[in-house]
């Protein structure tokens, strides 16, 4: 896949402005179970060599496990699916091809692999479905590296209920009401272990009692604004008010349909989403918003199609007025300040 405009074409302040932040994308997912090597410059829209080329210094890498119909045995399948790729993804962890990644697990970490110039890996997991009933799941996760639990995908789980039921598998508009008794008992269990909480996905129930159930600060690794376009995967006004808050995150996503009602990827552009994030910075501060792609999962645009391409992103910030600072805590540093909250809480 080629980069469709070069970091090369950027201005030589704004694209070493650029390289000289922590660039944390908070949403990547991995092809599975097979797929080319990270360290290969392929087909992926996410590998190393994009991710250098970009500019792109830290990834947090899913473990994505897609919702079936809830049976011990599927339950019991999607938790091995997780360990294998969260195994998969802490492998990343090595140098080849003059590349050196770095597993991290904290944000001191992260930064400490970009003060060093090597690239950071954050294991983490989407869809609790992984967890089924058994909570002690949730700590093997933590074991192998894993920073967030996204606690659902599409389609309800034992945990808590989604922005999009599966009609497919006999999901209703709600099954729990926002989250199960187990829910608050995972994110409980999340706090202890030194997980964040990802609201992404979930429906806006579930997002409230989230935010009331978590002694840390809730975040939403890839979504955006219901304002600008009215998706359920999208936060409305009062949601974005609750993240502000409990001093949490969002991070707005490039996934063109989230970005316009029923655009196709060659419909958006960086200023579609830069002004998502505009949008959601006058209404709940600079503090509370970050930057994500949720690339190989969906994510993907003009100007950023790949994470060849994360320089344009910084473009348009300065373009719009944004300082160094600023941008900063838009490309990770918000994040990392809550990864930091999570850090210190944690049992």
Known sequence: MNDATSPDSLSPDTLALHRALVTLD??????????????????????LP???????????FVAYVPQ?????ATEDGAFARAV?????????????????????????????????GVLAIVPCVENGFAVGADLSRIARFRALGARYLTLTHNGHNALADSCNPRRDLGDRDTEHGGLSALGVAA????NRVGMLVDVAHVSRDTMLQASEASSTPIVSTHSCISALCDHPRNMMDWQLDVIRKVKGVIQITAVASFLKPGAKPAEVTVADFADHVDYAVKRIGIEHVGISSDFDGGGGFTG????????NVTAELVRRGYDRAAIQLLWGG????????????AA
């Open 26 to 47: 908070t949403h990547i997912d991995i092809p599975w179970p097979t797929g080319p090597d990270a360290f290969q410059d392929g087909t992926r829209r996410v590998d």
């Open 50 to 60: 994009k991710m250098v080329r970009g500019g792109l210094s830290a990834g947090c």
């Open 68 to 72: 079936t119909a809830r049976t011990p």
């Open 84 to 116: 294998a790729m969260l195994e998969h993804i802490n492998a990343m962890g090595r140098t080849e091809a003059g590349i050196t990644a770095r597993v991290t697990q904290t944000a001191d970490e992260i930064e400490a692999a970009k003060a060093d």
């Open 187 to 190: 994110v409980k269990e999340l």
């Open 304 to 311: 950023w199609h790949n994470a060849g391409e994360s320089a």
């Open 334 to 345: 918000n994040f990392l300040r809550v990864m930091r909250v999570v850090e210190q809480m």
